[in-house]
């Protein structure tokens, strides 16, 4: 179908991937080749609706487990991020990393029970915090995307996918980051995808990888959702209030009662419009802006609308969802089928560009469901309906909402106000038009209890709910009329000619020309849909190739012709058309189109049938996908089924389906003016439709106003309007009168409360009278219970009471009806004409009563009857009753019509007023009325349609006095009753075939049932036979069904019949009996009983609760019987017994007598049965009413085999297979005093896989291989030991290099080459690795094909998520073929001949665990410590030693041998434990392996065949027998002469053919381990054979608490050795590898450009710089520099070595760090983590904390090259920076082969968003091993020993020095360098002031001297 072929089988899987998305390929119409790798997978955003189909709707068990594998360009410096996921309101947190690029890999699991529409809302959340030790985290960027998307992907997983992150609320930032996940959801029953590391996944390209496709980046888009009003909201508050108001003379508002708001949410943002207080029909006109990333990985949009309450809780007043994958396309549908017809590429975009679009919606009103509308003060038990949880029985009201998108717009405000203009431009969408609705009620059966009388409503919106009073009075209910009993089981409602009708009219917008759309593809989609079903029953018959190519082309050609006249009403003159149906409509003709040119090449290339079912399939889904109208504001129509006031059921009927249209034929309702069969259901019902409340015929027809007339080609029979009213009398001392009506009126309506009077009727306008008033009783009491039928039962309940403890004496009404309404004696009762008794009255014993009859009871006023009833008398019972019943039959048709003429007066008595109403008179009558009615005809138009005029109420008496609200209160008491009067009737004659049914629920304790069936067609039914203890019944019976009697057009019932509904039923000899389920088949019509066609017996499914539970064969015929003879009429079918038909020949199915050969082998594992254990069983088989049995097993304990091995059973079986009958077997305990119980029973359903041909030569392996290799043993044991110098060889082994190991040849043979070493070079075998279990190899049979294994079970079916529970375990098989009718022919050879011993024998069996992948963590760490332990027969095996410490993907690597005896020892449990030191070991899950299959099966399971036969070496031979003692038991078994091998083993003759050395080992290399010739030789040709190879398997584990969800998977292999075969080879050392020692030497020699950071006193920039360095995973080790104190041009001189020693595993690449998680744990958690060193440049602070000044990350695996110098080393070197070389292929260069290197490399920070070079570091890193650290030691930083390279002391300026330690140094290199010119002239000038001052001082004194001159 699509290109996406190519890629083999893996179509089936994506299913829709390929429809929606053009599969794998690179880019449109281009095919790759399916596994090339690293190509981007383009699929656009799908539409999904595919998943929904496979999932029931009933909560499962489903896993969704998170994989955080990297993260990579996390925004921010030196950050420590973690990760939180969240699922479901579960959060998990990662560890916390350094650096921008942490690698986390930590899987989660959530295991969740929700309902699966639930759990595909929900979201994934994925949060990137940076870690803060003390305060709390914060939030860097996100993602979320639905459950629901992944589980539309392929496997329901996205595997290793980058998620581009973003910040939640900044939507300009961009990308912030990238994380690598894998994302799966397990459903039950499914096992998760392999996920596989890619070789080249080391230069992971994050743009191929995306989850979002290339092609579609992630934009920022804003929805903005405009809530314009709402309207018909429900009473949501209590009227107090309101009432108060009204006391004190206050105007009361009722309707207004509610306070709404509207709450939206999308992917976890909910946003509110305001509250409007009072209001019932709100406008908010308010934008809400939802911000999103698109394409969305979020699909609906929720909308709740809620009742704002003050005090209390809000409540929800409904939901509905906006579903954006139907308002938005990416147009990938179209280019995927454009693509494939070889369109051009550009044609394809083109075309794609013009179909695609952005979500919009409206402006249209969306209908909100929920919970009946009347609003009571209780709490509403429906409540959970207005959460959008289950189906929502009312209308609850509407929004008028509008969507659009903008991309990357930025909002303001999350919630604003819509602009006036915009508030007029959605006027026009909301202009009404009128709508009539008229609905014709046929019939009403399968009523299952009676009682009150029951009327129908019909409303669509508002209009019709007649509790509701905001609308005009319509015709909208039907009128109140009593079950009547069918004779057999059901009631139904007696309306024979007169149909209830039932008229409204509405107002909505006129949006036909989308609803024609919608029909006009359903009418397409059902064609097709009936063709294809027609097709693949045929398929099943198996038909001639001719016939079903004939029915192929039929279904392609129909579909052809329908889509080349597909036409859409065309959009253009719509004034209320919307964005959304532009587009839409664009979309459905592109489709239409692209299918169109499928269906045509498909009709011309396609050369298998079956082959094309899927497409067809596909086409359909695409078809109904396009039906789907988002845009649909017509509300549902809703039927309630009212009992009383009460409403007990509902029905919703979409608009669309009933809706007319004068488009064209197609464009109307598949239902539109014809007759349709609705089951009703119970509301919110919790055992989902196991009971119908009623099955309805009803013939609806919707249509605008304007287009009434066009009703009247559809409508069938006279429609009649009647006014009527009550006339009403007492009786009072024996007369009748009105003197005794007590609150009663002397005339007034139905209910007897409102007065009337004939002369205040008003016809409504455009009606006059017809003629005048007229007494017409009431048509069901003329229709008797027995009318239409042959057979009838009287019943009588005769009651008693006492006082309690005292004598019953009869009640005060000693007879009654079901109802405990009165009636007549038994004696009484006369016999009606044309009826005679068949029986005298009896007591009814088939009900819980005791032996006399009589039931018990208790009356708790004030009811004067029992509620419920008992069968056993106690003191305190005061009422009891017994039913008595007298059967009668129809002798002639005669009826007395007579007597139906004449109604008498018309009169109807009642004991009671109130009390149900009868038709003759009884002395215990008090009052009587009679129903006066008069015809109403439209005044202009004839025709049907006039009753869509019909508003409005007739005339009701309102005295002027009245107040208004009694007004109110009668209007709409008294509409015009309508009906449909049917003139004529036809008879009809029904025929049901039942014939069998198979697979039906266990209903007894005893595993089975004892099924019989209700057959209902309209108001008759009938009851098969009971078959006591079956659950595969065959009733092989015919009910006929006399004259039925239909009103209306025989064509009408033959275009749809009435469907016959069959209820199965377990009966139960004590209690009720129960439900089975229920199956509907339409009947074949025949209005020309004379046309030989008989029906042809089909399987309908029978549903329970839902689900599927069973078959049943049937088929049916109607035949129009009016005017045919007696003798036209098929024969009479032979009877069987009494009154039992058969299935008459013709139409039961053809048989052939066939052999059925059983192999009963043995039973297993038998639990106990009644506490005691089964000791002697035996077997009985059951097909087709034929039984055999084998003998009993001695002593089961010793061996559970049966003694004979084979049995015969001769049966008729049908020829075709579709008919054929299960086998059942029965195993039965053999138990002391005769018992014999039943303690375990198996259908096989599935004859074919066991039909063979008797005659063909037992070429294929259908005996054990073991079988005669045990058998050759038991004669004598041939061993061969050759000669040959085996020491030798182990010598040379030694010398070897040790280089392989067998994880080697594992890693070589998974495909992982780089970890596995030279193994494959030297020319090694490989071994076949299965994903699965080998039971699951398809070439393998699972490993069934000497005897398969039945689970037998025992019990009832309690509830469907339960299996039945299984209680032991059949081994055998069977052989079917067909004998010859003649009894001369020979019987043909016995299939069953060589048969193995059946004793015990000892085995040894050698169990090797490889690994186990992801685990279920069990500890609250996210992880799990596991072990393993083994169980076999009695031994247990428990390694808790040896457990994993905290992994998820243990690597075990350990062998198990024991020994055990099969087949008592058969089940090797091996179950996973998680270890716990103080509580108890929790199991993570186990898998179970049955020893005996591998040890029975012809595929030599037993061990498997390696690729080359060596003799020493790691692959050395291990089995007990060289391969050509096995070549010669093959060759013995399958019958053909041995294998010759010529003298030098060089050549080979076996089965004919000639083999020869020389061809297999051509390009092989001959390594020295390999073994002699003639056995290598023999070894080549045995894998040829179809054997089992030497393997390992892979088992998924599993635990009781989710039965069928993977727990994980473990890897391993088992050797099975029965010991009478001599020893076994030497076991593989599989001891898992341990990790190398290797230690990483960076030494630091030199920084520059170095950020400066400081500001020194003296204000010169300068940095004190260090450097430090860890590797990621290894934080603890740390290590620093020394620090170069008062950098001033940011170069730093260091010459340090750090040191890292680090565990590494060069196989795997990676480093193996343990360490303990926290202190208080007691082991150390093992991570594997890439090995990478991380160097940071920080300037050192004193007093302050260090500043960061940038950071480089190395990957040692693929370093970045060093430069030479400082000049040339810049940010470009890094990947992912601007300008940097695009790192989707840097080369791999490891440091591990390098070993060393040296040069510089550049440090980045972040400043303002973006990378600025932080400084440049000269550095020497070198890698050495472990014994190279001795040869060549070295220090750390520059202590002893220093060399290799010795490191000098840094030659660093003298200014480098720490001020505070060095004063001195401070005063020569800061002070006097800066301030030395300061200094001097300081000095000078304190010279010269110092000068001055003497001077100063000192003149005086001399001056004086001076002049005084003393001397």
Request: charged share 25%.
């Amino acid at each position: 179908m699509s290109h996406v072929d190519a890629g083999g089988n893996e179509d089936e899987e994506r299913g829709e991937a390929d429809l929606e998305g053009g599969g794998q390929g690179g880019s449109p119409g281009v095919t790759t080749s399916p596994n090339q790798p690293g190509k981007p997978s383009h699929k656009p955003i799908r539409l999904s609706h595919k998943r929904h189909k496979a999932l029931a709707s009933k909560p499962q068990d489903f896993q969704i487990r998170v994989r955080v594998i990297e993260g990579r360009q996390l925004p921010g410096n030196n950050i420590k991020p973690v990760v939180k996921v969240n699922v479901c309101g579960q959060t998990h947190r990662t560890r916390i990393r350094r650096g921008n690029n942490p690698f986390f890999d930590e899987m989660f699991f959530y295991n969740v029970n929700m309902l699966p529409s639930e759990l595909f809302d929900e979201s994934i959340s994925l949060r990137v915090y940076d870690s803060f030790s003390l305060r709390a985290d914060s939030l860097m960027s996100e993602f979320k995307l639905d459950v629901g998307y992944i589980y539309d992907e392929p496997g329901h997983a996205i595997m290793r996918k980058w998620l581009l992150l973003s910040d939640p609320d900044d939507s300009s930032s961009g990308a912030r980051g990238y994380l690598k996940v894998s994302v799966i959801v397990v459903v039950t029953g499914d096992d998760p995808p392999n996920e596989r590391r890619e070789i080249s996944e080391e230069q992971d390209d994050i743009e191929s990888n995306l989850l979002v496709p290339a092609g579609v980046t992630m934009r920022w888009a804003t929805l903005s959702l405009k809530v314009y009003r709402a309207e018909d909201m429900p009473q949501m508050d209590d009227a107090f209030v309101q009432t108060v108001k009204q006391v004190f003379g206050g105007d009361g508002d009722r309707k207004n009662l509610v306070d709404p708001y509207l709450e939206v949410s999308f992917a976890g943002k909910k946003l509110c419009t305001k509250i409007i207080e009072k209001n019932a029909n709100p406008e908010w006109n308010q934008l809400i802006n939802l911000q999103v990333k698109f394409p969305s990985m979020c699909e609906r949009i929720k909308l709740t609308m809620y009742d704002w309450d003050r005090l209390t809780k809000d409540d929800a007043i409904g939901t509905t969802f906006l579903d954006l994958s139907k308002m938005s396309s990416s147009g990938g549908e179209i280019e995927d089928a454009q693509a494939e017809n070889g369109n051009t590429l550009s044609e394809v975009s083109s075309a794609a560009s013009e179909v695609g679009f952005l979500p919009a919606f409206g402006p249209c009103y969306v209908n909100l469901y929920g919970s009946p509308r009347e609003f009571t003060g209780l709490p509403d038990p429906y409540d959970e309906l207005n959460f959008g949880k289950g189906e929502g029985v009312a209308y609850r009201g509407r929004v008028l909402i509008e969507l659009s998108t903008q991309l990357d717009g930025k909002v303001d405000k999350n919630v604003d106000d819509i602009s006036s203009d915009d508030i007029l431009v959605a006027q026009k969408y909301q202009r009404r038009r009128k709508y009539s609705l008229c609905t014709v009620f046929h019939s009403a059966c399968m009523l299952q209890e009676p009682g009150e009388p029951i009327q129908f409503e019909v409303s669509i919106g508002n209009y019709g709910n007649k509790l509701d009073s905001t609308c005009k009075p319509l015709a909208s209910t039907t009128q109140y009329s009593f079950a009547v009993f069918d004779g057999n089981h059901y009631y139904y409602l007696p309306w024979a000619d007169t149909k209830p009708v039932v008229i409204l009219t509405s107002y909505w917008e006129d949006i036909s020309y989308r609803l024609d759309s919608v029909n006009i593809l359903l009418s397409i989609a059902e064609r097709l849909e009936s063709h294809l079903t027609s097709l693949k029953t045929a398929i099943l018959a198996k038909v001639t190739e001719t016939r079903l190519a004939e029915i192929w082309l039929k279904l392609v050609k129909n579909m052809i012709e329908d889509l080349n006249s597909f036409q859409l009403p065309a959009l253009g003159d719509r004034p209320n058309v919307t964005a959304l149906d532009l587009e839409i409509k664009k979309l459905r003709d592109a489709s239409v189109g692209s299918l169109r040119q499928m269906a045509s090449r498909i009709r011309e290339e396609a050369t298998d049938v079956k082959a094309t079912v899927g497409d067809i399939e596909d086409w359909l889904d695409r078809i109904k996908h396009l039906a789907e109208e988002p845009q649909n504001s017509m509300p549902d129509v809703i039927i309630w089924m009212l009992r009383g006031e009460k409403r007990v059921a509902f029905a919703r009927v979409p608009a669309n389906q009933i809706l007319y249209s004068n488009f064209s034929e197609q464009a109307c309702g598949k239902h539109c003016g014809k007759t349709q069969t609705i089951f009703m259901q119970y509301p919110m019902d919790k055992n989902k439709g196991l009971k119908i409340p009623v099955q309805l015929r009803v013939n609806m027809w919707l249509g605008l106003s304007a287009h009434e007339k066009k009703f009247n080609s559809f409508s069938e029979g006279n429609f009649s309007v009647y006014a009527e009213m009550y006339e009403n009398q007492a009786q009072v001392f024996g007369k009748w009168g009105t003197t005794g009506l007590v609150g009663r009126h002397k005339f007034s309506d139905v209910t007897g409360k409102v007065k009337l009077k004939q002369e205040r009727f008003l016809p409504p306008r455009g009606w006059e009278w017809e003629e005048d008033w007229f007494v017409d009783p009431e048509r069901c009491l003329l229709t008797e219970a027995d009318a239409g039928h042959t057979e009838f039962t009287d019943e009588v309940f005769h009651n008693e009471t006492r006082f309690p403890g005292g004598e019953w004496k009869p009640a005060a009404e000693p007879y009654t009806d079901v109802n405990g309404e009165k009636t007549q004696s038994p004696g009484d009762f006369e016999c009606p004409p044309g009826w005679t008794w068949e029986d005298d009255w009896s007591f009814d014993s088939n009900r819980a009563v005791d032996e006399k009859g009589w039931e018990y009871g208790v009356t708790i006023p004030p009811d004067d009857k029992p509620k419920s009833w008992g069968a056993a008398e106690k003191m305190y019972h005061v009422h009891r009753r017994k039913r008595l019943i007298r059967p009668r039959k129809k002798i002639s048709d005669k009826a007395v019509t007579a007597e139906r003429r004449d109604p008498g007066e018309g009169w109807e008595y009642s004991s009671l007023i109130g009390w149900k109403f009868h038709r003759k008179e009884r002395t215990s009558d008090t009052f009587r009325r009679r129903r006066w009615r008069r015809k109403m005809v439209p005044s202009d138009c004839i025709g049907a349609s006039a009753i869509f005029r019909l508003e409005g109420a007739l005339g009701v008496d309102v005295d002027e006095k009245a107040s208004k609200k009694d007004a109110a209160k009668l209007f709409g008491a008294n509409t015009p009753t309508v009906s449909c009067h049917f003139t004529r009737s036809y008879i009809y004659h029904l025929r049901v075939y039942v014939y069998q049914a198979r697979n039906l629920c266990a209903m007894d304790k005893d595993s089975f049932s004892d099924p019989y069936a209700h057959v209902s067609f309209l108001h008759l039914s009938k009851t098969t036979e009971v078959i006591r203890a079956t659950l595969n019944p065959t009733w092989d019976q015919t009910l006929i069904f006399e004259d039925i009697e239909i009103y209306g057009d025989p064509q009408t019932i033959a275009h749809s019949p009435p469907d016959v509904v069959l209820e199965l039923y377990d009966s139960d000899q004590v209690g009720k009996d129960e439900r089975m389920g229920r199956c509907t088949c339409p009947p074949v019509v025949k209005l020309n009983p004379r046309v030989a066609v008989s029906p042809k017996l089909l399987w309908f499914p029978v549903t329970k609760k839902g689900c599927s539970a069973g078959e049943i064969l049937l088929a049916a015929e109607l035949l129009l019987k009016d005017k045919v003879t007696e003798g036209d009429l098929p024969l009479v079918p032979p009877l069987r017994g009494e009154k039992l038909y058969m299935v008459p020949q013709g139409i039961r199915p053809i048989v052939q007598l066939t052999a059925i050969e059983v192999l009963t082998w043995g039973l297993r594992n038998m639990k106990t049965y009644q506490l005691a254990t089964v000791s002697s069983p035996s077997l009985i088989v059951e097909c087709g009413g034929e039984i055999v049995q084998t003998a009993v097993i001695k002593n089961f304990k010793k061996n559970p085999n049966f003694p004979g091995s084979v049995l015969l059973l001769k049966v008729l079986l049908p020829k075709e297979e579709m008919y054929s009958p299960p086998i059942v077997l029965k195993v039965i305990d053999h138990r002391p005093f005769g018992r014999k119980p039943v303690v375990g029973q198996c259908t096989i359903d599935c004859l074919e896989e066991f039909r063979c041909d008797p005659y063909r030569i037992n070429s294929d392996v259908c005996m054990s291989a073991r079988v005669a290799m045990i058998e050759a043993a038991h004669r004598d044991v041939v061993i061969d030991v050759e000669g040959g110098p085996i020491v030798t060889t182990e010598l040379q082994a030694e010398k070897e290099d040790e280089a392989v190991d067998w994880w080697s040849k594992f890693y070589a043979s998974v495909g992982e080459q780089e970890k596995c070493g030279p193994y494959l070079k030297k020319g090694y075998d490989t071994l076949q690795v299965y994903n699965n279990e080998l039971e699951k190899a398809a070439e393998f049979q699972g490993l069934t094909d000497f005897c398969s294994t039945f689970k037998l079970q025992r019990g009832k079916t309690e509830d469907e998520e339960d299996d039945p529970s299984v209680v032991g375990e059949f081994k055998g098989s069977f052989k079917i073929y067909p004998l010859s009718d003649d009894p001369g022919v020979p019987a043909p050879p016995r299939q069953f001949r060589e048969l193995p011993e059946s004793g015990p024998q000892e085995c040894l069996v050698r169990l090797y665990v490889v690994r186990g992948i992801d685990l279920q963590p069990k500890d609250t760490n996210g992880m799990c410590d596991p072990y393993i332990k083994i169980t076999l027969g009695r031994k247990t095996v428990d390694d808790r030693d040896n457990y994993k410490p905290n992994t998820l993907h243990p690597e075990f690597g350990r062998m198990f041998e024991l020994s055990c005896f099969l087949p008592q020892d058969k089940d090797l449990k091996i179950a996973v434990y998680d270890y716990d030191l103080l509580s108890r070991d929790e199991k993570v899950g186990e898998t179970v392996i049955d020893l005996e299959n591998r040890l029975l099966s012809g595929f030599r399971s037993c061990c498997g065949l390696p690729q080359t036969y060596c003799v020493s070496g790691i692959n050395q031979w291990r089995d007990q027998l060289k391969p050509s003692q096995i070549l010669q038991n093959v060759a013995r078994l399958r019958g053909i002469p041995s294998p010759r091998i010529e003298g030098d083993g060089s050549s080979l003759f076996f089965s004919g053919k000639q083999y020869n050395l020389q061809d297999f080992e051509r390009n092989t290399v001959i390594h020295p381990h390999l073994g002699p010739d003639r056995e290598r030789l023999a070894l080549h040709v045995l894998r040829d054979q179809g054997l089992v190879p030497e393997h390992v398997e892979t088992r998924t584990l599993y635990s009781s608490h989710q039965p069928n969800l993977s727990q994980g998977r473990i890897q391993m292999w088992l050797d099975i050795f029965p010991k009478n075969l001599g020893l076994p080879g030497p076991p593989c050392d599989i001891t898992p590898r341990k990790a190398k020692k290797y230690c990483l030497r960076a030494i630091v020699w030199n920084t520059t450009d170095v950020i400066l950071d400081e500001t020194s006193i003296t204000g010169e920039n300068m940095s004190d710089i260090y450097v430090k360095g860890w590797m990621p995973g290894m934080e603890e080790d740390k290590q620093k520099t020394d620090v170069h104190y008062r950098s001033l041009d940011g170069d730093g001189n260091f010459n340090w070595r750090f040191i890292f020693g680090f565990d590494y595993l060069p196989a795997e690449q990676l480093c193996v760090v343990s360490r303990k998680d926290h202190f208080w744990n007691l082991d150390k958690t093992e991570f594997r983590i890439p090995p990478k060193l991380t160097i940071q440049i920080w300037d050192n602070d004193k007093f302050s904390l260090d500043d960061y000044l940038g950071s480089v990350e190395l990957d040692l695996l693929n370093m970045i090259p060093p430069a030479k110098s400082p000049e040339k080393c810049n940010l470009k070197m890094l990947p992912g920076m601007e300008g940097s070389v695009s790192f989707k292929k840097p080369q791999p260069n490891s440091l591990f082969s390098q070993k060393s290197v040296r040069g510089w490399w550049p440090c980045a920070i972040e400043q303002d968003g973006k990378h600025v070079i932080g400084g440049k570091v000269e550095m020497t890193l070198e890698i050495v091993e472990a014994k190279e650290m001795e040869e060549r030691p070295a220090g750390k930083g520059r202590d002893e020993p220093n060399m290799n390279p010795r490191l000098e002391p840094p030659n660093r300026p003298d200014t480098s020095f720490f001020w505070f330690t060095n004063p001195c140094k401070t005063m020569k290199f800061i002070v006097w360098r800066r301030f030395r010119w300061i200094f001097i002239g300081v000095i000078v000038l304190l010279l010269v002031l110092l000068f001055l001052g003497i001077l100063l001082y000192s003149l005086p004194n001399y001056i004086s001297m001076k002049i005084v001159k003393p001397f």
